[in-house]
């Protein structure tokens, strides 16, 4: 299988998560704005998901873009990642619709949790397919997000027994992070085609 199969199977996977996202925020009856206050919580758990969603879209995309071959491995691999991806219209959904209480805010920060550890283990299957001397190996090099990401779903996870807008908070933080441009990969792949790119 060619890496182009794998991210168009991976990209539609992704595109039905946000589309059954947005169908968890249920058309109010009425026709004014005081009909939509009920909606917040449920739309602000979308928000905050829409966007992790779409990060791990945005580095699965340039992940397989510094990948040559697909292997086995990787393949489970990747089934893996889009399983956990494919648990976030639930949580996201019974996080809102329970204005992030306690307990859907931790099963939410469980799932996030285990979603980077299989994006994680992804990415080790792809280095191992093709070498230490892999341009993904070179591109993500102590990759700092990677390691701290976990720490701060654990961290949420944790907080949600003294407080769930902590939890939230911490949350927040962490998409925040990855909304950073982070070029690495594209900048190792310029760099092996000998071509040129922009500033850093």
Avoid at 7 to 16: H, K, L, P, Q
Avoid at 53 to 79: D, E, F, K, Q
Avoid at 81 to 100: D, I, K, Q, V, Y
Avoid at 188 to 198: D, E, F
């Amino acid at each position: 299988m060619t890496t182009a199969r794998l991210e168009a199977f991976s990209d539609g996977v992704i595109a039905i998560i946000i589309t059954i996202m947005v169908l968890e925020m249920k058309i109010p009856h009425g026709n004014g704005l005081e009909e939509l206050r009920p909606l917040l919580p449920t739309f602000l758990s979308y928000v905050l998901s829409f966007f992790y969603v779409g990060i791990y879209w945005n580095n699965h995309h340039h992940m397989l873009h510094a990948s040559t071959a697909v292997t086995g491995a990787i393949l489970w691999a990747n089934l893996h990642l889009l399983f956990w991806l494919s648990l976030f219209p639930f949580t996201a959904g019974w996080m809102g619709e329970n204005h992030f209480t306690a307990m859907p805010t931790a099963l939410y920060g469980m799932v996030l949790l285990m979603a980077g550890i299989a994006y994680y283990l992804l990415q080790q299957s792809i280095i191992h397919a093709q070498g230490q001397d892999s341009i993904l190996k070179k591109a993500i090099g102590r990759d700092w997000k990677g390691k701290l990401s976990p720490v701060l779903y654990i961290l949420a996870i944790v907080a949600t027994l003294r407080s769930s807008r902590i939890a939230q908070a911490v949350l927040v933080i962490a998409a925040l992070i990855w909304l950073i441009p982070d070029r690495r990969i594209e900048k190792h792949l310029a760099i092996s085609q000998g071509l040129a790119i922009g500033p850093q």
